[in-house]
Nanobody, 117 residues
Framework: QVQLVESGGGLVQAGGSLRLSCAAS????????MAWYCQAPGKQRDLVAL???????NYIDSVKGRFTISRDSAKNICYLQMNSLKPEDTAVYYC???????????WGQGTQVTVSS
C-alpha cells in the first residue's frame, strides 16, 4: 500500500510564494512519476506539473516560469515551489504517484492554496 501526505499549503497574497511537499511511504517502485494536480471549486482536477524518476519535468503553460517541481527520490518526497502566485492559482493541490509498469496511481488528501488579490 502507498500513502501520500501533502503539506505546505496556505493563504498568501498575490505575488507571494509557497512550497508544497509530498511525502510518499509504503511500497514504492523505483521507476515512477510524481505529479501535482489542482482542483478549483466547480472545476475538474488538472495536471500542474510532473517529474519522472529520471528528472524529466513537464508543466502546464500557465505555471511555466513560476512553478518548479523537484524530487528527492531517496526520500520519496516531491516538492512544488510556487512563486509569483496569482489569485487564479487558488485551488486544492493534490499529489499523485504513478507506477507505469503496473498502471497504478495513488493520491494524497490535498492541500488548500489560497491566493488573495
Amino acid at each position: 500500500q502507498v500513502q501520500l501526505v501533502e503539506s505546505g499549503g496556505g493563504l498568501v497574497q498575490a505575488g507571494g510564494s509557497l512550497r508544497l511537499s509530498c511525502a510518499a511511504s509504503g511500497t514504492i517502485f523505483s521507476v515512477n512519476t510524481m505529479a501535482w494536480y489542482c482542483q478549483a471549486p466547480g472545476k475538474q482536477r488538472d495536471l500542474v506539473a510532473l517529474i519522472t524518476t529520471g528528472g524529466t519535468t513537464n508543466y502546464i503553460d500557465s505555471v511555466k516560469g513560476r512553478f518548479t517541481i523537484s524530487r528527492d527520490s531517496a526520500k520519496n518526497i516531491c516538492y512544488l515551489q510556487m512563486n509569483s502566485l496569482k489569485p487564479e492559482d487558488t485551488a486544492v493541490y493534490y499529489c499523485n504517484l504513478y507506477f507505469a509498469a503496473v498502471g497504478a496511481d495513488y493520491w494524497g488528501q490535498g492541500t488548500q492554496v489560497t491566493v488573495s488579490s
